[in-house]
């Protein structure tokens, strides 16, 4: 099992994520990092537009950064 971060960003602004959660793969990261970004989608009335999710490793590697607004049409 590896440990994954998955961090908020946009502008100016990051929501670091200290905690992580453990996937047995990155293939495994990214299909829950591609979840969090559809539920951001619609929650508050688009209010986290703009944003991204970045997934990271332990070694602070990022690994992928995946916007919010198109995480409809990944997830599909």
Known sequence: MTRYFFD???R??????????EFLNSKDAR???EAIALD???????EW????????NATNQRLL????????LIAA
């Open 65 to 72: 950064s995946l916007p919010v607004a198109v995480a409809e």
């Open 31 to 33: 299909k829950y990092a």
């Open 40 to 46: 951001l989608k619609h929650r508050l009335n688009g």
């Open 12 to 21: 100016g602004q990051s929501l670091y994520d200290y905690k992580g959660d």
């Open 49 to 56: 537009a703009g944003w991204s999710v970045e997934v990271r």
């Open 8 to 10: 908020f960003t946009t």
